[in-house]
């Protein structure tokens, strides 16, 4: 989406635009698809990260009592298998 607005504007404040084929942008665009799916945590990873959530707060349930465990930030985003 990026290089097709930048492809259709002249005025991008960076200097001048550079013409890019349509051949070279579909296969960029399926190069970083292709990437951006590999980075997806797998089921494997969601399943481990899950169990440890469980046992943390089976864990803390013994401390706090109705503890609830919740993940956050890289845990939910899936950057933590990066």
């Not at 190069?31 to 399943?47: K, M």
């Not at 707060?57 to 990066?82: H, M, Y």
Request: contains cysteine; aromatic residues 8%.
């Amino acid at each position: 989406a990026w290089w097709r607005r930048r492809k259709q504007s002249n005025s991008s404040g960076f200097g001048k635009t550079t013409q890019v084929s349509k051949v070279v942008l579909d296969r960029l665009t399926a190069e970083v698809e292709r990437h951006a799916a590999s980075l997806v945590p797998s089921d494997s990873h969601v399943t481990q990260m899950n169990e440890f959530l469980r046992a943390l707060e089976k864990q803390l349930d013994n401390i706090v009592d109705k503890a609830k465990v919740l993940p956050f930030g890289s845990a939910v985003n899936g950057f933590w298998t990066c």
